[in-house]
């Protein structure tokens, strides 16, 4: 059986190779015509360009990769049944379950490669490739606005901290006019108000410091102080879960959420400083079972395609083309029906991400237990 795998797996791969360079060359053509407009508004040079969509690779890849392997499974499936080797397989006396061992350890290898790319390197190259692309700003005050969020104010509800921040520079992590409000433990509050803050071996230190201490009494006046700087590194916030802070609370509709790039550490960490917040909840669940989905499409690519692809017989190799188009289109639509569905809290955001890899899933399994 080891020769039949490795026969299968390298008329498997070949294919998958030129399908995913010809994806990636088609994918990025296609942008680079519809972002033309913009690069030459934004006055980026050739050398700029490729370095942009060099950073986006990773983002490209996770959409790209599944359609790949679909189509580069349909060809080689279809090839074997024109030339009626699956039947030949098959009157040797292995099923089609076993003749689907090698593509399956494919499809979970490119799942876990899938989720890897989308957890570590997606949501950064997303940011990166903004900066790449409005690097050549008309004027150095615009490209230094860029940096910066105006009339910010986050809550960390695990610790009970609230942020209100004048303005917050997401590069360097420095806070114009920070007015921090910190309920403490011993049910004490302490407020800090300061002319600047900074990130500082790893932790907060501000600048022009009035601090007002209330006691527990009840119509107690506030203690207040001030100090030229203070360090608080008993503030668990760090730089990256502000500036998480920052895209989720731009979140508003399912058009943004497909547009922002969040990992699953970053939705988990959201969730463990807001407990009990509902107002986003369906839309970050949703994100973050999306997320755990989207990489097993690969997985799902195979089940759907063994019975496609081995019952084509004397068919042309175009027939898997196509099928492998049809098939994307409707994943495609119902994927983002579901989704659509799971961030409008109609459907349980877990059923919203997983309907569309279960719906294909049990589909190809009924058609291959048929086709066996």
């Known amino acids: 059986m080891r020769l039949l795998d490795r026969y299968l797996l390298r008329e498997l791969l070949i294919p998958f190779s030129y399908c995913l360079i010809g994806f990636l060359i088609f994918w990025i053509t296609a942008d680079?015509?519809?972002q033309l407009p913009e690069f030459q508004k934004l006055r980026l040079k050739l050398p700029e360009?490729?370095?942009?969509?060099?950073?986006?690779?990773?983002?490209?890849?996770?959409?790209?990769?599944?359609?790949?392997?679909?189509?580069?499974?349909?060809?080689?499936?279809?090839?074997h049944a024109r030339h009626h080797e699956l039947t030949a397989i098959r009157a040797a006396g292995v099923s089609l379950a076993r003749i689907a061992v090698p593509y399956l350890g494919i499809g979970v290898l490119l799942s876990l490669a899938v989720f890897a790319v989308s957890e570590l390197w997606a949501p950064q190259s997303t940011e990166a490739a903004e900066e790449i692309l409005y690097q050549h700003q008309a004027t150095k005050k615009d490209a230094t606005l860029r940096d910066w969020e105006m009339k910010l104010g986050f809550q960390n509800h695990?610790?009970?901290?609230?942020?209100?921040?004048?303005?917050?520079?997401?590069?360097t992590a420095e806070m114009i006019r920070p007015h921090i409000v910190w309920a403490r433990p011993d049910h004490t509050r302490m407020e800090i108000m300061a002319e600047r803050g900074y990130y500082v071996n790893q932790a907060w230190t501000f600048t022009n410091v009035n601090v007002l201490e209330y006691s527990t009494e009840p119509g107690a006046i506030p203690m207040s102080r001030q100090t030229p700087t203070i360090s608080m590194p008993v503030f668990t916030e760090t730089p990256e879960q502000i500036r998480s802070e920052i895209k989720i609370n731009k979140l508003s509709s399912f058009k943004s959420v497909r547009k922002v790039q969040l990992s699953i550490r970053e939705i988990l960490e959201y969730e463990r400083l807001h407990p009990g917040d509902d107002s986003k909840s369906a839309i970050l669940d949703t994100k973050l079972h999306g997320r755990l989905a989207a990489p097993w499409t690969c997985l799902v690519v195979v089940l759907i395609a063994l019975p496609f692809g081995a019952q084509t017989g004397?068919?042309?190799v175009a027939v898997g083309v196509a099928s492998s188009i049809v098939i994307c289109f409707v994943y495609f639509i119902l994927q983002q029906f579901a989704l659509a569905l799971g961030t409008g809290g109609y459907v349980l955001p877990w059923i919203a991400a997983w309907t569309p890899n279960a719906f294909f899933a049990v589909i190809g399994l009924v058609l291959t237990w048929r086709a066996r």
């Open 32 to 34: 680079i015509f519809s």
């Open 314 to 316: 004397r068919r042309n």
């Open 49 to 79: 360009v490729l370095e942009y969509y060099a950073v986006k690779m990773p983002e490209m890849m996770v959409t790209v990769l599944p359609i790949a392997f679909l189509l580069a499974l349909l060809y080689a499936l279809t090839n």
């Open 158 to 171: 695990k610790d009970r901290r609230s942020w209100f921040i004048e303005a917050y520079n997401t590069e």
